[in-house]
């Protein structure tokens, strides 16, 4: 395909990224630097760099900035065993295989906002699992800044497991056949199967949902927000979540957008190591 | 991997598998019973599974402006429309590949018009005009965005040149940015030039939004196919985007499926920014959450059966599309 004909072809794509996405982040690091609020979005006020500096100083922000990344590091890591375990135990059967990913994709099809609503419901008074702690262990449990934590992280990994299970599932699928039979030959266990053969074949569907997993996990919002019900005393914000109460209960726009500007450069910095290396890789396979 | 023989292990890891399905499915039938019951009920400090009245009074609440006998005559038109699909979904199931695709295409189609007719027998309440704001921004997205997004992942495909890899890269980098930072402009802009608050502008942000996946899924789909048939078609003198829209696309539908469930799943469950640029055409998501916040136990019921009622579409298509959604994964995207 020439150059022309490749162009004509992208074009209605690059204006919708190029009008929506790029002159938003310009507008974005604009507004990041007047103060603006709801009443006066027509005349902002120019502040230069008045609002990094008052977020840089709020505690709730260094709070938010901590749990968004024990959030990353617990959610990617369960993620990733769970779904390549329920991915091997799926690649045993061949019965009701149909059944059981129908089930198993449950969690991944819900609406976010209504999955986490029925998962707290279950930890509510009149809950499954309230009754349950309660009878088995005689624990009642209640709502508090360690026990919502918990919930966002509990859900983060029942709502996040079964993409990396079904995109490793789909790996397992593509497994050379010859290589196992040889690893089979030559007296291997299972565990030096796993680890020699099939560990090498998933290596890179693991960093796919590794990348698209801490954005995913960074951006993490519908879930605090019905779990805390938007009360910001469980102390239980993500990043994503305290810029959008700056937003709108705070109501101070300019400070939000120098909040998006913040969390833009983080996300940055953790993610250029995985562009360079799906570069490198496409480089390679064009 | 080999596969186990021992029996008892086998019978173990069915067992594994059945846990791991009730695990996942739990919150939703638990949701459904809620949805079922009285508030008093629901609040029990032990909860009942089999012994309470069901009753179908929080989705009359939920669906109707008034309570009033006209509920009955709806409920049982749409149990009659689930039995059809139901019927059709078992006559199709053993065929092949496509047909599955299209009667689960023509139900859906049914159902669209049953509910755009719904108004004219009963007297519908708000959360039945956000199901509708909901249906309407989902497959205009879905449109707009798959119609592009096939012209952007061929070329993408078939041209290797630099240009390609800086677009697709920076299409990435654009997927890793947080909702927020286009959220508030967008709100800036929607504000100051009337937009805010329109089906049509929240609809190009989802597409906006949704279209570094959609080129980097469709691309990968795409660079599956073989050169041989479009430049067949080429020889013959079909233009490029001739070739490409006989030839291309009809052997192209099962990666175009799949990243039509991704695209639809996507829009339908989007909360922030409908959140942030709709005031009173709100969908789905936005609506229910007006339910979550209250502790009172009858409102825990009806946010149940609104919960349910938003799930059941999901279900809907996932049941016919179920077999793409898989398929597709393991023959392209994850190849990308």
């Known amino acids: 395909m020439d150059r022309n004909t490749f162009l004509k072809f992208v074009t209605p794509s690059i204006i919708v990224m190029v009008l929506l996405m790029v002159i938003p982040l310009f507008m974005a690091i604009w507004l990041s630097f007047n103060f603006v609020t709801y009443t006066n979005l027509d005349a902002p006020r120019f502040v230069s760099l008045s609002n990094y500096k ?230 390679e396979k064009n | 991997m080999g596969k186990i023989e021992n029996p008892i292990l086998r019978a173990l890891v069915h067992l594994a598998l059945i846990g791991c399905c009730i695990f996942c499915i739990t919150p939703l039938l638990w949701a459904f019973l809620n949805s079922i019951k009285f508030p008093v009920e629901a609040n029990e400090i032990v ?40 019927i059709l979904y078992r006559v199709n199931r053993k065929k092949e590949y496509l047909t599955s695709a299209k009667s689960g295409l023509i139900v859906i189609t049914i159902l669209v018009i049953l509910l755009l007719i719904l108004p004219q027998i009963a007297h519908m309440s708000k959360f039945y005009k956000y199901l509708i704001n909901s249906v309407i921004i989902t497959i205009a997205t879905l449109a707009i965005s798959i119609s592009i997004g096939c012209l952007g992942g061929y070329a993408l495909a078939r041209y ?51 279209q570094p996946f959609t080129i980097w899924m469709l691309r990968s789909f795409f660079k599956e196919l073989p050169l041989e048939l479009e430049q067949a078609a080429m020889i013959d003198g079909a233009s490029r985007l001739q070739s490409f829209l006989k030839i291309i696309i009809p052997i192209a539908w099962p990666g175009i499926i799949t990243t039509s469930l991704f695209t639809l799943l996507l829009a339908y469950n989007e909360f922030l920014m409908a959140k942030l640029l709709m005031q009173s055409n709100w969908t789905l998501p936005v609506a229910i959450v007006s339910y979550t916040s209250g502790e009172d136990a009858a409102y825990r019921t009806i946010a149940a059966a609104a919960s349910v009622s938003i799930t059941l579409p999901l279900i809907i298509v996932i049941t016919f599309f179920q077999k793409h959604l898989v398929r597709g994964m393991a023959s392209g995207a994850v190849k990308g």
């Open chain 2, 47 to 86: 909860p009942s599974i089999v012994g309470f009245t069901p009753t179908m009074s929080n989705y009359e609440k939920l669906w109707l402006y008034m309570k009033g006998s006209d509920f009955v005559p709806i409920a049982i038109s749409y149990l009659i429309v689930m039995a059809i699909i139901v």
């Open chain 2, 160 to 210: 290797s040149g630099i240009l390609s890899m800086v677009i697709l890269i920076s299409a990435l980098a654009f997927r890793s940015l947080p909702r927020m930072a286009f959220g508030l402009p967008f709100y800036f802009f929607a504000q100051k030039s009337g937009l805010y608050d329109t089906h049509i502008f929240i609809t190009i942000v989802l597409v906006a939004l949704n």
């Open chain 1, 54 to 283: 008052e977020i840089l100083a709020d505690p709730d922000f260094w709070l938010a900035l901590r749990f968004s990344f024990i959030y990353i590091l617990i959610i990617i890591p369960s993620k990733l065993l769970l779904g390549l375990l329920i991915a091997l135990l799926l690649d045993q059967v061949k019965k009701r295989r149909g059944i059981y990913i129908a089930c198993l994709l449950v969690p991944f099809i819900l609406t976010p906002v209504v999955g986490t609503l029925m998962f707290r419901t279950l930890f509510d008074r009149g809950g499954l699992i309230y009754f349950l702690l309660e009878r088995l262990f005689n624990y009642k449990f209640l709502l508090n800044t360690q026990s919502v934590r918990f919930l966002i992280i509990a859900y983060g990994v029942w709502a996040g497991t079964p993409f990396s299970m079904i995109t490793l599932f789909a790996g397992l699928l593509t497994l050379p056949k010859n290589s196992m039979e040889a690893a089979t030959v030559d007296g291997a266990t299972a565990f030096q199967k796993l680890w020699y053969v099939v560990f090498p074949h998933l290596k890179p569907l693991i960093t796919f949902i590794t990348l698209i997993g801490i954005m995913d996990a960074y951006r993490i919002f519908d879930p605090v927000l019905v779990m805390t019900r938007g009360n910001p005393a469980f102390k239980a914000e993500t990043l994503m979540y305290y810029n959008y109460r700056i937003a709108t209960s705070v109501q101070r726009l300019g400070k939000a957008n120098a909040m998006s500007v913040l969390t833009i450069i983080g996300i940055f910095i953790v993610l250029i190591p995985f562009l360079r290396l799906t570069y490198k890789e496409q480089m």
